[in-house]
């Protein structure tokens, strides 16, 4: 994991760099907001460990100012504004977690490792991608090198059951089962149907093909 630590206290910033790294973390570390949120900007990284009183910009300008771009990596703030409106202010201004100055590494580290895990979990289940194909379980929306897809409700569960095992071949028997949650053959030819308008949506109009046919076994979405 790739850390951003933007601290303007020089020996606390080195005593946490360290100590992160020892723990197989890779922190860059940025002395002043102004520094800090041009860093942030860049991405590439999976948290931000941000101070509150900053020099040239505060920490929660800096979360503001990520938000607004849409930028919703998560931000862990360090601040010696322990009170309960300091920390409920910090978290309503878009900070994933507030941590009280001083603090124990070993809390930090637990609140590093929470972080990271709620971030992969919301990932995988809220948007799922393959090649340019991208699925987004919340907003129940599908895009395909930037073109908006409209999918019946059906059509969608299925994509995103052949999406989530991507590279997979798919027997019909298993899309019966978890599409239609049906535990017996009805003797018609309806995966092959919504299969061949899926295909139609998504492929259609594109040089490369993503769901094929496995001739005497199923399907399978991949790149």
Same mark, same amino acid.
């Given at each position: 994991m790739r850390l951003l630590l933007i601290e303007d206290d020089l020996q606390a910033a080195e005593y946490l760099a360290k100590g992160l790294r020892e723990n197989g973390y890779r922190i860059d570390h940025s002395p002043d907001g102004r520094d800090g949120l041009a860093k942030a900007l860049a991405g590439g990284y999976d948290i931000i460990i941000a101070d509150r009183q900053l020099p040239h910009l505060d920490g929660l300008e800096i979360i503001a100012a990520l938000r607004r771009r849409n930028d919703h990596t998560p931000v =862990? %703030? =360090?601040? #010696?504004l322990g009170t309960v409106d300091d920390r409920v202010h910090g978290l309503q201004a878009g900070g994933d977690d507030y941590l009280t100055k001083p603090f124990a590494f070993a809390e930090l580290l637990a609140r590093i490792e929470a972080l990271n895990r709620r971030s992969t #979990?919301? !990932?995988e289940t809220t948007r799922l991608k393959v090649a340019d194909l991208e699925l987004d379980l919340l907003a129940r929306r599908v895009n395909r090198a930037g073109r908006t897809i409209e999918l019946t409700t059906k059509e969608f569960q299925l994509l995103e059951y052949l999406m989530r095992r991507a590279g997979q071949v798919v027997t019909r028997t298993m899309l019966l089962e978890g599409v239609w949650n049906l535990h017996f053959d009805p003797q018609t030819n309806i995966t092959d149907v919504h299969m061949s308008r899926l295909r139609n949506a998504i492929d259609r109009g594109?040089?490369? #093909? =993503? %769901?094929?046919?496995?001739? $005497? !076994? $199923?399907?399978?979405l991949r790149e």
């Amino acid at each position: 994991m790739r850390l951003l630590l933007i601290e303007d206290d020089l020996q606390a910033a080195e005593y946490l760099a360290k100590g992160l790294r020892e723990n197989g973390y890779r922190i860059d570390h940025s002395p002043d907001g102004r520094d800090g949120l041009a860093k942030a900007l860049a991405g590439g990284y999976d948290i931000i460990i941000a101070d509150r009183q900053l020099p040239h910009l505060d920490g929660l300008e800096i979360i503001a100012a990520l938000r607004r771009r849409n930028d919703h990596t998560p931000v =862990l %703030i =360090l601040s #010696a504004l322990g009170t309960v409106d300091d920390r409920v202010h910090g978290l309503q201004a878009g900070g994933d977690d507030y941590l009280t100055k001083p603090f124990a590494f070993a809390e930090l580290l637990a609140r590093i490792e929470a972080l990271n895990r709620r971030s992969t #979990a919301s !990932a995988e289940t809220t948007r799922l991608k393959v090649a340019d194909l991208e699925l987004d379980l919340l907003a129940r929306r599908v895009n395909r090198a930037g073109r908006t897809i409209e999918l019946t409700t059906k059509e969608f569960q299925l994509l995103e059951y052949l999406m989530r095992r991507a590279g997979q071949v798919v027997t019909r028997t298993m899309l019966l089962e978890g599409v239609w949650n049906l535990h017996f053959d009805p003797q018609t030819n309806i995966t092959d149907v919504h299969m061949s308008r899926l295909r139609n949506a998504i492929d259609r109009g594109f040089s490369k #093909a =993503l %769901i094929h046919t496995v001739r $005497g !076994a $199923g399907y399978v979405l991949r790149e």
